[in-house]
T-cell receptor
Framework: GNSVTQMEGPVTLSEEAFLTINCTYTATGYPSLFWYVQYPGEGLQLLLKATKADDKGSNKGFEATYRKETTSFHLEKGSVQVSDSAVYFCALPLGNFNKFYFGSGTKLNVKP | DVKVTQSSRYLVKRTGEKVFLECVQDMDHENMFWYRQDPGLGLRLIYFSYDVKMKEKGDIPEGYSVSREKKERFSLILESASTNQTSMYLC??????????????FGSGTRLTVV
């Protein structure tokens, strides 16, 4: 069946460090892939997406490349800021009616 | 700015009460969803609706019901609140055929505490 696996957190980094949050998926075919971000006390926001294999999604300095050969969609940022502290969710739509399956979330803490 | 609005940010209810959580979207989206979010468990789908008066069970519908009388409003009902329903509840909406490209728009969430 379809599933999303994210690396467990929390991830703690110093400001300006390089970030990678791993995400792998199992799915039939080649679904679109998404990253959502949840800042403290808020709902989720769409961060970036890729709709087909080899696409790269990018937003706010974050990037993720859809790699069908490794079924991965890892989130990266070259230099994190304190304001990036949040929980990050990898997600893919599945089945009918556009339901999403979300990974368990990875909490990122960035220290000054 | 398009929005999904949840009526309450924080709610405290007593065990056995009937609880209504309201969600309104102004984007003319066909699909609406209710999730609950718990530490270590991520987001779990409770119910969703793909049209007015239409609803489908998600992964954890027990103890909940929903109502969608108008396209813009999707209500989650806890028939008899219990302490294990203490959680963050998130509402989301999406275009009917567009989520694979556009994704969801989420509300800010309602943190419900049942005492």
């Amino acid at each position: 069946g379809n599933s999303v696996t994210q690396m467990e957190g929390p991830v703690t980094l110093s400001e300006e460090a390089f970030l990678t949050i791993n995400c792998t998926y199992t799915a039939t075919g080649y679904p679109s892939l998404f990253w959502y971000v949840q800042y403290p006390g808020e709902g989720l926001q769409l961060l970036l997406k890729a709709t087909k294999a080899d696409d790269k999604g990018s937003n706010k300095g974050f990037e993720a490349t859809y790699r069908k050969e490794t079924t991965s969609f890892h989130l990266e940022k070259g230099s994190v800021q304190v304001s990036d502290s949040a929980v990050y969710f990898c997600a893919l739509p599945l089945g009918n009616f556009n339901k999403f399956y979300f990974g368990s979330g990875t909490k990122l803490n960035v220290k000054p | 700015d398009v929005k999904v609005t949840q009526s309450s940010r924080y709610l405290v209810k007593r065990t056995g009460e009937k609880v209504f959580l309201e969600c309104v979207q102004d984007m003319d989206h066909e699909n609406m969803f209710w999730y609950r979010q718990d530490p270590g468990l991520g987001l779990r789908l409770i119910y969703f609706s793909y049209d007015v008066k239409m609803k489908e069970k998600g992964d954890i519908p027990e103890g909940y019901s929903v109502s969608r009388e108008k396209k813009e409003r999707f209500s989650l009902i806890l028939e008899s609140a219990s302490t294990n329903q203490t959680s963050m509840y998130l509402c989301a909406s999406s275009l009917g055929g567009g989520v694979r490209v556009h994704g969801y728009t989420f509300g800010s969430g309602t943190r419900l505490t049942v005492v």
